[in-house]
């Protein structure tokens, strides 16, 4: 398999980008999401975003790319949460089918959160597979849960302290 290189989102990386999460989340996601909702995702309203993503918050998502085609990526940034709990939050991991367990996924968490950041990140409920992976890079579900904004799925909250700290 073709090694792949991370970097910082680009402008010409966010239809690639595009095209990759939307592609993730219907290799991951089929029996958790609506088939209507994973259909519905539009690659030009996704590319869109992306690219406004990418103004607001440089620095905030990398790219896997082989070649120039993004395989999988990553975001982190300040917490949406209110009240923040903690102040940084990983946002997106999303890695295409073909390169599970080639250490893609590790290497792009590794890019953007040290392992000594506390942290937050939001999981669906039904999906052990992630919630397994997580738990390898220390986050443990924290009780919080919700519903996830485009499904009747519920999320859950899993926080990650600092390996030298205590948890109170």
Request: hydrophobic share 40%; aromatic share 10%.
């Amino acid at each position: 398999m073709t090694q792949w290189q991370i970097v910082p989102l680009a402008a010409e990386h966010t239809r690639s980008l595009a095209e990759c999460h939307i592609a993730c989340w219907r290799e991951a996601y089929q029996d958790l999401v609506p088939a209507h909702v994973l259909a519905a995702f539009d690659v030009e309203r996704r590319t869109a975003q992306w690219e406004r993503n990418r103004i607001a918050y440089p620095g905030h998502t990398h790219v896997a790319l082989v070649d120039d085609e993004v395989i999988g990526f990553v975001s982190a940034g300040p917490t949406r949460d209110r009240p923040p709990v903690p102040a940084t939050e990983l946002n997106a991991l999303y890695v295409r089918s073909p390169w599970y367990g080639t250490g893609l996924a590790h290497e792009l968490i590794h890019t953007v959160l040290d392992p000594q950041t506390l942290c937050s990140l939001w999981v669906f409920e039904e999906n052990p597979r992630a919630q397994r992976f997580y738990r390898k890079h220390g986050f443990e579900l924290d009780g919080t849960r919700r519903v996830e904004a485009f499904t009747p799925s519920f999320e859950v909250r899993m926080v990650r302290f600092p390996r030298d700290s205590v948890q109170s």
